[in-house]
């Protein structure tokens, strides 16, 4: 289905307007206190872990915190500039681990995309006899849930290696190219289905003009269906990159050269038993840090995420 | 989540067929070629794998190497009868959590997110935008920083749960410091909840963060299937002198299963492979006790390198993922038959 505004849930739910449908009926004051009460409630529940981090993030005390704060008491910086600086233990800076970070997230996005569309132009507009086959085939890795395709992949990427005078120089599997190559592996049925599904909603009036025009499928697929597709290629884009900009498993697994830690990866080693010493303002500040692209790209394109989600495989 | 649906699709004007299907495979090269290396290749040799006693000392040597033992379904018998040298490890026991853990989860949040979603549309409610703006934050963070912001709020020394419930308790008299060992205790609070798997602390932790980022998804499905049921239905179940809970439960609730079925089926499959999740939150511990599938099979590659065991159970985990898939498409095929009935 192409996704009109009006069947969008979020946008929907964002701005419907059904106060005062019913005419001239007003809710009972007594009924408005006690669901205001009920809603301030709910809003609490979700303000908590939100206002928490937040607090502790503009904070600049590096002990931990000895009770309940959830309002800002004052609204110091430092946090993020100790981040920014010094993000890890290891010889590594903050721009370096964003340099991974969208490394990952911008390569497996675009290589997934590129390599997809075409195949996914073959499944939605050409008839031939081994279509449901290889549309089934493209489906059975997505049956696998992402981290059990990790032990191959770690195999035959650790198999990869290339040596100088006896020295190990490169390995595959220990490098941002092998992770990237690793997820992509994960990504490409999805975009492939994702993308056909996409395909399968654009009309098919202005191609057959084009071919009474004499175009070939090839122009048709280059100057009409590509340029239409864009829009959806990029949502399925940045869909992608939030996805990817979390990716963990993978890099946590293969890595092991702290130059080529990803965010998620300092995140992660921001807690938990091995960081006693690691202050909670500045875990707070990464944490905000790590959150943001994908919250902003979320807010940004929650209109056309949403459309997208909906036009692929799912049917409503 | 995805549906498997080939409509065959008549072209505009079959021009030859057989050129039509060399063409065809033209555009399917790049992406099968690339499949074929890095995706497909990987999963038959997982498969060979599974049969082979793979381990650190072999990742040395070449894949084809000859010493590679072939011990045929050792590994699969030893993972479903617990003969792996793993501590605290027992299939159906992290099985039967697993599929528990998906679906106490999807129980909660259904629920929870109509019933907000129907608070939500009360007519008249003052504040209405500004509350639907701060519910679909938790929808907007990543899941990742989530965990690991729970997991600092479950600390036992100095976690925001346990100062919340001391400044809670104070408010009743009581005085000393609350120190739950949230993440780490093992005793089970109550253990008869699910016969032979004991269901520590951490899981009701992990229940409540999960809850934070689960309902508001549903809340955001169910307004926009209460926005589709017509108000005529209420006001002709009013003028027959139906209660506001009647209608809630002869007219609203019916009318929202369509939608939120395959919604409850999207949050069942997410919750049962909800890998960083789990991983960031507890690692699967104390004991293993709340470990997931996934994060088992992840223990087995990252931390134990049983390679040979691990390409096991992630076969196990496929067949796994087939039956729910099997299963949840039918329940989806249902729901449509009954929309259009």
């Known amino acids: 289905m192409a996704a009109t505004t009006s069947s969008n849930p979020i946008i929907r739910f964002l701005n419907i307007n059904t106060s005062g449908e019913k005419g001239g009926r007003n809710l009972p004051l007594w009924r408005q206190l006690l669901v205001q009460v009920l809603c301030l409630a709910i809003a609490a529940e979700v303000l908590f872990p939100i206002m928490y981090v937040v607090t502790l993030a503009f904070s600049s005390q590096t002990s931990r915190p000895a009770s309940l704060q959830l309002i800002p008491k004052e609204f110091s910086l430092i946090a993020f500039k100790q981040v920014l600086d010094h993000p890890t233990g290891n010889p590594v800076s903050f721009l370096e681990l964003l340099r991974n970070s969208f490394f990952l997230s911008f390569g497996v996005g675009f290589a997934s995309l590129f390599i997809a569309v075409s195949a996914a132009y073959a499944f939605s507009r050409f008839k031939f006899t081994a279509r449901q086959t290889l549309m089934v085939l493209v489906f059975v890795p997505l049956l696998m849930p992402g981290v059990g395709l990790s032990t191959p992949l770690y195999l035959l990427m650790n198999s990869i290696r290339f040596f100088d005078h006896g020295k190990l120089i490169f390995n595959l599997r220990d490098s941002l190219l092998g992770v990237g190559i690793a997820m992509t592996a994960g990504a490409l049925p999805f975009a492939v289905w994702n993308l056909k599904g996409y395909l399968d909603t654009i009309p098919k009036e202005l191609e057959e003009a084009a071919k009474i025009d004499g175009a070939d499928a090839n122009r048709v697929f280059f100057q009409i269906v590509l340029p239409l597709a864009v829009p959806q290629l990029a949502v399925t884009f940045f869909l992608g990159f939030m996805g990817n900009w979390q990716e963990f498993a993978l890099s946590w697994l293969f890595l092991s050269k702290p130059q080529d830690y990803t965010l998620s990866m300092t995140l992660y080693n921001m807690t938990g038993q091995y960081a006693q010493n690691i202050p909670w303002n500045r875990f707070s500040a990464m944490a905000i840090i790590v959150a943001l692209p994908v919250s902003i790209i979320y807010i940004a394109l929650q209109k056309q995420i949403v459309g997208g989600l909906t036009a692929g495989g799912v049917k409503e | ?341």
């Open chain 2, 1 to 341: 989540m995805a549906q498997l649906t080939l409509p065959a699709r008549p072209t505009a004007r079959p021009a030859s067929k057989a050129s039509q299907t060399r063409l065809a495979y033209v555009y399917l090269i790049p992406a099968f070629a690339v499949m074929a290396v890095i995706t497909f290749y990987p999963l038959l040799f997982q498969v060979l794998i599974s049969f082979t006693d793979f381990q650190t000392k072999d990742l040395l040597k070449q894949l084809a190497s000859p010493t590679l033992k072939f011990i045929g379904l050792k590994n699969y018998i030893d993972i479903l009868t617990g003969g792996l040298p793993v501590q605290n490890f027992e299939f159906f026991r992290v099985l039967t959590y697993n599929f528990w853990w998906a679906i106490t989860n999807v129980a909660v949040h259904v629920p929870a997110g109509i019933l907000i979603a129907v608070l939500l549309n009360t007519p008249g409610l003052w504040g209405k935008r500004i509350y639907r703006a701060l519910y679909i934050l938790p929808v907007v963070i990543p899941p990742l920083v989530v965990a690991t912001v729970w997991k600092n709020i479950f600390d036992e020394q100095y976690g925001a749960m346990n100062q919340f419930l001391t400044t809670l308790l104070h408010l009743f008299g009581s005085v000393g410091p609350v120190h739950i060992r949230w993440l780490a205790e093992y005793k089970p609070p109550i253990p008869f909840l699910l016969p032979g798997v004991p269901l520590p602390l951490a899981y009701y932790a992990m229940m409540i963060a999960n809850f934070w980022l689960g309902w508001p998804f549903m809340t955001v499905v169910a307004t926009g299937a209460l926005q589709s049921i017509p108000k005529d239905l209420y006001e002709a179940a009013s003028i027959d002198g139906a209660s506001g809970t009647q209608q809630f439960w002869n007219v609203t609730v019916p009318l929202l299963r369509p939608a939120m079925i395959p919604a409850a089926i999207y949050g069942f499959t997410l919750s049962f492979n909800l890998f960083s999740f789990v991983y960031f939150m507890t690692g699967g511990g104390p004991a293993r006790s709340t470990e997931i599938l996934v994060t088992f099979a992840y223990d087995l590659v990252r931390n134990l390198r049983l390679f040979g065991a691990a390409a096991a159970f992630a076969v196990i985990i496929f067949f796994v993922s087939i039956v729910i898939f099997l299963i949840t498409n039918r329940l989806t095929r249902a729901t449509e038959s009954y929309l259009e009935a």
